[in-house]
């Protein structure tokens, strides 16, 4: 056994033994979400730190997998799928530098790309857990189509670690958008809201869409294509707006 995964099935074994209440952490990216306030000394919590357990376990480019250990910084995994022009295509939102997959799996956030491509949750194939006795246990695999008993791994996904500490997650990913684009235009918030209702029903690569404004007050709504570009070029002349630098616009 890998020597810190033995240090953290010791770590929940003496945890178990002093009946103390566990606190799963990485990063602490996202500290704010999912607890009604923070966890002090006084609460007598025994912390098991994921971030030592980190690493691409296994990447395979070509059948569209990547095996990650639970500690490995979002940003370095992405990094990685980029060097062969894929990404996550859930989009998570990174809170810090500090973010960790395994944080990110376990909080269950989706970003902006979540009404194109699909939440978190649709891209978990396998995942390994570590449980409150100690024991490493594995659910599904690296394959979309698995029937290997429950879909266990999937219901991983914005657990806030109830069941257990995720020590390694399977995940598909995609290939990057051959050209993005976004698009800004003025509008109201009841413009945009029929704005976007209307291009939902239309044939047009929309990758996200935003809002920024006050509830009485014209804002300024973002449209981001993702596609080929005569899909783009034929979606801005049916959008219209102007165009934003791609790093405004997080292309």
């Known amino acids: 056994m890998d020597f810190v995964l033995s240090e953290l099935c010791d770590q929940v074994m003496t945890a178990r033994a002093g009946h103390k209440p566990l606190f799963v952490m990485g990063g602490g ?7 009604y306030r923070p966890v002090t000394p006084q609460d007598g919590h025994c912390l098991l730190d994921m971030t030592p357990y980190r ?19 979002l ?6 799928l980029a060097e062969h022009g894929q990404m996550l295509a859930f989009e998570p939102p990174h809170f810090s530098p500090a973010a960790t997959i395994g944080g990110c799996v376990a909080a269950g956030l989706s970003g902006p790309r979540r009404m194109s491509a699909g939440a978190l949750r649709d891209f978990v194939l ?85 809002w920024v404004g006050g509830a009485d007050e014209e804002g300024q709504m973002h449209v981001r294509l993702s596609g080929a570009p005569p899909a783009i070029a034929g979606a801005r002349q049916v959008i219209g707006g102007d165009p934003l630098a791609p790093e405004a616009g997080g292309a």
Do not use: C
């Not at 940003?75 to 990685?80: D, N």
């Open 29 to 35: 990216s996202k500290a704010f979400y999912g607890n």
């Open 126 to 210: 396998g995942a390994q857990l570590l449980d409150s006795d100690g024991r490493v246990l594995s659910f599904g695999g690296e394959v979309m189509k698995n029937v290997a008993g429950y879909d266990v791994s999937r219901l991983l996904a914005g657990s806030h670690g109830i069941f257990g500490a995720i020590l390694e997650v399977s995940l598909k990913v995609v290939p990057r958008p051959m050209e993005e684009l976004t698009l800004a235009l003025p509008a109201t918030q009841a413009q945009a809201l029929a704005s976007f209702a209307l291009w939902r029903g239309k044939p047009l690569p929309i990758s996200a869409t935003s």
């Open 55 to 73: 690493g691409i376990v296994s990447y395979h480019p070509s059948e569209l997998v990547v095996t990650v250990r639970a500690g490995t910084p």
């Open 75 to 80: 940003a370095e995994l992405e990094a990685a």
